[in-house]
């Protein structure tokens, strides 16, 4: 059974701070990784997308990818309240899997004024 | 441009009955997948669709079925409905449904089973 673990949280950070999500995954052979953000009530929304080790940077929002620790990472810098949400993170599955994202529970951050 | 859309929005029905909901993915974009949202978890994988095709099917009961259509929009149907079906039905949408790609979501289906 494909896993991919997050803290749930709630993740509490004041307005300003660097924000970090953290998780894992269980299949070693897994190469696409995503991290999408979800508004209460709301559908997932994308913020970013990593395939290869190391980190990738977006405006405020880094990926980070070790594979050989199958370990993915979503640093926010200077939150804002308006980043309090859910944050996803999810494995594409490959192979006879393809096409199936993998989804973690979750982690939910709240950045306080 | 468009992004993915789903209809209905909200959608309220009994024990038993019988649900449609459907999809309409991005232009261009030719697969569709289908997953599932309970209250505090992330979504589960239904099913994928390419090119009218069943590329995949995650672990739900055959009560679940989909299609697509040559416009590629896609329905996914729920018979005999329990009360553990309530949730948020979302679709996404990818170009071709294989590895690297991002699947974008639509604003999904909020079902509630009474």
């Known amino acids: 059974q494909k896993e991919v673990e997050q803290n749930s949280g709630p993740l509490s950070v004041p307005e300003g701070a660097i924000a970090s999500l953290n998780c894992t995954y269980s299949d070693r052979g897994s190469q696409s990784f995503f991290w999408y953000r979800q508004y209460s009530g709301k559908s997932p929304e994308l913020i970013m997308s990593?395939?290869?080790?190391g980190d990738k940077e977006d405006g405020r929002f880094t990926a980070q990818l070790n594979k050989a620790s199958q370990y993915v990472s979503l640093l926010i810098r200077d939150s804002q309240p308006s980043d309090s949400a859910t944050y996803l993170c999810a494995v594409l599955g490959y192979g006879g899997s393809q096409g199936n994202l993998i989804f973690g529970k979750g982690t939910k951050l709240s950045v306080k004024p | 441009d468009a992004g993915v859309t789903q209809s209905p929005t909200h959608l309220i029905k009994t024990r038993g009955q019988h649900v449609t909901l459907r999809c309409s993915p991005i232009s261009g974009h030719k697969s569709v997948s289908w997953y599932q949202q309970v209250l505090g978890q992330g979504p589960q994988f239904i099913f994928q669709?390419?090119?009218?095709?069943?590329?995949g099917r995650g672990n739900f009961p055959d009560r679940f079925s989909a299609r697509q259509f040559p416009n590629y929009s896609s329905e996914l149907n729920v018979n005999a409905l329990l009360l553990g079906d309530s949730a948020l039905y979302l679709c996404a949408s990818s170009i071709s449904g294989t590895n690297q790609e991002t699947q974008y979501f639509g604003p999904g289906t909020r079902l509630l089973v009474l």
């Open positions: 990593i395939y290869s080790n």
């Open positions: 669709y390419y090119e009218k095709e069943e590329r």
